[in-house]
């Protein structure tokens, strides 16, 4: 699993829950600042409850009962009881789920950036600064700007007007 965001920590601890020896690399040091992603919706943590992660567990910050978006001359104001999104510190949430990762067996290594996914020996290689790990399969979850899929022939960017700007607060 390369990227230990909260899709990767997720996949690495359901994968490892099941049986299967996972190694989750995450380039920089957990935690790290994120400036993106801070809120989870309900559904989300409930998904993040039926999977074994409590809300409690969670470095909730504020729980908030509307949230009004705007863009492109449009408003939209969202409300839901109890309430509709939960701010999180990413950095924290990260570093949460990739311990859930590490509980449920899967081996977690930070600060070890993949550098190349080739192929060899019947397999995958993720090659890092500091080795080459084999496997029969790769998750790319490293992200928008990832390389894993550039790597792969999966993308080679993106085209002006696929991705938009976002603020947090």
Not at 29 to 56: A, D, F, M
Not at 106 to 124: K, N, Q, R, Y
Not at 126 to 148: C, L, M, P, Q
Request: aromatic content about 6%; proline content about 5%; overall charge neutral.
């Amino acid at each position: 699993m390369v990227g230990a965001g909260p899709a990767g920590s997720a996949s690495a601890a359901l994968l490892a829950r099941s049986g299967l020896k996972v190694l989750l690399l995450e380039m920089r040091r957990i935690p790290r600042n994120k400036p993106c992603g801070g809120g989870l919706t309900l559904k989300t943590v409930r998904l993040l409850e039926e999977l074994g992660v409590h809300q409690s567990e969670l470095p909730i910050q504020r729980l908030l009962d509307r949230v009004l978006v705007r863009g492109w001359g449009r408003s939209v104001e969202v409300s839901h009881n109890p309430w509709v999104i939960a701010t999180v510190d990413r950095a924290d949430f990260d570093a949460s789920l990739a311990r859930w990762a590490e509980a449920e067996g899967a081996e977690f290594l930070d600060g070890e950036p993949a550098i190349v996914v080739s192929t060899g020996g019947g397999g995958l290689v993720v090659r890092t600064r500091r080795n080459a790990y084999s496997a029969d399969w790769v998750i790319g979850a490293d992200g928008v700007a990832g390389s894993v899929g550039r790597w792969v022939g999966l993308r080679s960017g993106y085209p002006p007007g696929e991705l938009i700007a976002a603020v947090e607060s």
